[in-house]
């Protein structure tokens, strides 16, 4: 447990990231308004 490896944190800092870009575009898609885009 001493020694993390940077790809597993990696992976987790991937996941996380691209289920925030998923929920985004999900929600700009949903909303189907230019405004979002400026926020």
Do not use: D
């Not at 998923?22 to 885009?37: C, D, H, L, P």
């Amino acid at each position: 447990m001493t020694s993390i490896t940077p790809r597993l944190i990696l992976l987790r800092l991937g996941a996380a990231k691209a289920l925030t870009l998923s929920i985004e575009e999900g929600t700009i898609k949903e909303a189907g308004s230019s405004q979002y885009y400026f926020v």
